[in-house]
């Protein structure tokens, strides 16, 4: 999700359409998979990258966060990482029906016919966690 501090949009125009993200300061996540300032979209049935442009680029998601709070610019996170200063305010979503990128969780173990009792039991209790705050991914 796209979001931003408040104090931003005191002196920035919300966007209200990705294209007029290239106006304004996009944090990058630094990623080896993909490039640092490109950003996945989804309107309707197309997906599209669009490349933006920012003063600031990270690998740690939670620093694009501390820069996002301080009003330097929007960062595009993962919501269960913002969730709580959304229910706040401190950070408000923009571009809510255009973001395309899902984050999932996984549970990687060795492949056998069947999971261990402790290792299953682990599954289901992350499974279970996460259908209670299915809201906040």
């Known amino acids: 999700m796209i ?16 294209n007029e993200l290239l106006r304004h ?10 490039g640092t300032f490109d950003w996945l979209f989804k309107r309707n049935s197309d997906t599209y990258i669009l490349k933006v442009n920012g003063n600031f ?13 301080k009003g330097n610019g929007l960062a595009y996170l993962p919501t269960c990482l913002v969730y709580d ?18 984050v999932g969780i996984y549970a990687v ?20 966690c996460y259908l209670e705050r299915k809201h906040c991914f």
């Open 3 to 18: 979001c931003g501090a408040p104090s931003y949009f005191e002196s920035h125009e919300c966007p209200t359409e990705p």
């Open 25 to 34: 300061n996009c944090f990058g996540y630094t990623h080896p998979s993909s």
């Open 57 to 69: 680029s990270s690998d740690n998601s939670a620093a694009l966060k501390k820069a996002a709070l």
């Open 85 to 102: 200063e959304l229910q706040s305010g401190e950070l408000v979503e923009v571009l809510s029906d255009h973001v395309g990128k899902e």
């Open 109 to 128: 173990y060795p492949y056998t016919r069947k999971p261990a009792k402790r290792i299953q039991a682990l599954i289901d209790h992350i499974r279970d």
